[in-house]
């Protein structure tokens, strides 16, 4: 099984579409992939009860149809940073809990498992610890996605510092356009991210306005990290 963490240079930067395209592009060739979001913030009250759209979203397009409460153990009420979400409702947030609960997922027949992280690498979870607690414990390469916009230069180079100071290995990144028009020198700030991070390109999404998932999957190639 390839286990790979999401992570984002921050919040809403395209994590849950990009893991959406690589399960889609591992089921067009072929093989099995399951995604999960251990750790959720917000979400809309179902026929199923109160549920994350993110979480469903990996539910509905896993290769295997498990419970909602497999996708999404930990779900906050409000969208929030974890640490405050939690707090507001009395409720205890731990790195080594989920992410014990999180490595459930590596007993499921699949060839792929992403395990897509909360807001940015260093959001708390509680007074002490971040999500980057719960990628450190479960120890699995990291795929950072840059949303590309002013400032993510600098955003994605300390993310990946921060990835790397804690022994982890950053197996590539992927360059996600998240406004309809491309930011100013696009191209040239991949160029720069390329030479400065030192890890493999494994994609460059374009903007969608109806995030057609299965025409975005042409748009990447998760091979760079199997070698």
Same mark, same amino acid.
């Given at each position: ?14 994590? /849950? ?27 809309? /009250? ?8 993110? =979480? ?99 955003? =994605? ?27 100013? =020198?696009?191209?040239?700030?991949? =160029? ?34 199997? /070698?």
């Amino acid at each position: 099984m390839q286990k790979y963490f999401i992570t984002g240079t921050d919040t809403d930067v395209g994590k /849950t579409l990009i893991t959406r395209i690589l399960l889609t592009k591992v089921k067009q060739q072929g093989l099995k992939a399951l995604a999960i979001k251990p750790l959720a913030a917000g979400g809309v /009250t179902t026929v199923q009860g109160f549920q994350n759209e993110d =979480a469903t979203f990996f539910q509905q397009e896993s290769s295997l149809q498990l419970p909602y409460t497999v996708i999404n153990p930990y779900l906050l009420q409000d969208a929030l940073s974890p640490n405050i979400g939690a707090q507001r409702y009395d409720r205890i947030l731990d790195a080594k809990e989920i992410s014990q609960t999180s490595a459930k997922a590596y007993h499921y027949p699949v060839d792929y498992l992403f395990i897509e992280g909360a807001g940015g690498w260093q959001v708390p979870i509680n007074a002490t610890q971040t999500m980057a607690d719960v990628a450190q414990a479960l120890n699995i390469p990291i795929i950072m996605v840059v949303g590309m916009r002013l400032g993510c230069l600098n955003h =994605a180079l300390l993310t990946a510092a921060q990835i790397r100071s804690q022994n982890l290995v950053l197996a590539g990144f992927i360059a996600n356009q998240i406004t309809p028009t491309p930011q100013t =020198a696009y191209e040239e700030n991949i =160029a720069t991210l390329i030479t400065h991070l030192k890890v493999p390109l494994l994609g460059k999404v374009p903007y969608s306005i109806n995030n057609n998932i299965a025409a975005l999957t042409r748009y990447i190639d998760l091979s760079p990290t199997h /070698t």
